[in-house]
């Protein structure tokens, strides 16, 4: 799997609901970019966490404040898709 494709979304719809998601979306980056690797598995099935090392993979190193911004776009991206069935 490349990492980019995934068969499940489980993403909150409420992602702004506390911290929990933006900080699990930054433990999934940080974690790229330590050169971690997470399972195919792990991958069929999105969540705010393997987003984030989605896109720490893709990205590479990035400050706190712009994986702030980028979640807080992603949060935008999502809401404007419909909801999966």
Known sequence: MDGLTFKRDIRSREPNENDHRNSRFKVGWNTAV????????????LTWQ?????LGKL????????QDE???????I????PEPR
């Open 34 to 45: 330590r050169g971690e690797a997470y399972q195919d598995d792990t991958l069929e099935t």
């Open 50 to 54: 393997n987003l984030g090392y989605r």
């Open 59 to 66: 990205l590479g190193p990035a400050s706190e404040t712009l």
């Open 70 to 76: 980028l979640y807080e776009t992603c949060v935008r």
């Open 78 to 81: 999502q809401a404007e898709q």
